[in-house]
């Protein structure tokens, strides 16, 4: 089944405690991101990646790090984890667009979420 | 700035009446508009996506539209288990992995 697998699904930590949420796809896509939703404030994308090795800020990246070694692999990392990054997280990917209009022909597949809480 | 709004922010219908959902968009080029769905606690799922003015694509009770500034998402005889929240999101030209979300709709559909 063609599928986002993010884990863990619930996580409590401590503040300041080093902390990966890993994100996995099965889909060979070259584009995965990770948001944050929040009451309120909707989906921010936190960071993006289009390829193995390049990765991008999104709207919210302060106190995050990602890494892209593997094309199937995309980790969220909080090094120090601070109360206000408690939120749901949710991983994404799709493929790169394969053209211009119809011929783009893509969309994000998502992962069923994480949610953090930071105490 | 690149920008997505989305109204109403909540909506509650009766089964059986149809209405649309707006969502307006400011980008710098579109590449592309989605929709999605989302039930409380999981992840959106995938609805559609379009590309340019005047595209439509339909979803059983779904069909979506598309202007140059704006995207509706029209809801035929709704049921209930239509109730979600409709998110819809932007992708600009250039920003290949960037893409910005309207706070979305939730829409109830009552019996």
């Known amino acids: 089944e063609a599928q986002v697998t993010q884990n863990p699904r619930y996580l409590i930590t401590v503040t300041g405690k080093k902390l990966t949420v890993t994100c996995s796809q099965n889909?060979?896509?070259?584009?995965m991101s990770w948001y944050r939703q929040d009451p309120g404030l909707g989906l921010r994308q936190i960071y993006y990646?289009?390829?193995?090795?390049?990765?991008d800020k999104g709207d919210v990246p302060e106190g995050y790090k990602v890494s892209r070694k593997e094309k199937r692999n995309f980790p969220l990392i909080l090094e120090s984890p601070s109360p206000n990054q408690t939120s749901l997280y949710f991983c994404a990917s799709s493929s790169r667009p394969r053209g211009l209009g119809k011929e783009a022909n893509y969309g994000y597949t998502f992962g069923s979420g994480t949610r953090l809480t930071v105490v | 700035e690149d920008q997505v709004t989305q109204s109403p922010e909540a909506l509650r219908l009766q089964e059986g009446e149809s209405s649309s959902l707006n969502c307006s968009y400011t980008?710098?080029?579109?590449?592309?508009l989605f929709w999605y769905r989302q039930d409380p606690g999981k992840g959106p799922e995938f609805l559609f996506t379009?590309?340019?003015a005047g595209e439509e694509k339909e979803k059983e009770r779904l069909k979506a539209t598309l202007t140059k500034k704006e995207s509706f998402l029209h809801i035929t005889a709704p049921k209930p288990e239509d109730s979600a929240t409709y998110l819809c999101a932007v992708q600009a030209d250039g920003n290949t992995g960037k893409l910005i979300f309207g706070q979305g709709t939730t829409l109830q559909v009552k019996p």
């Open positions: 379009l590309y340019s």
């Open positions: 980008v710098s080029g579109l590449r592309g």
């Open positions: 990646s289009m390829n193995v090795e390049v990765t």
């Open positions: 889909m060979n896509h070259e584009y």
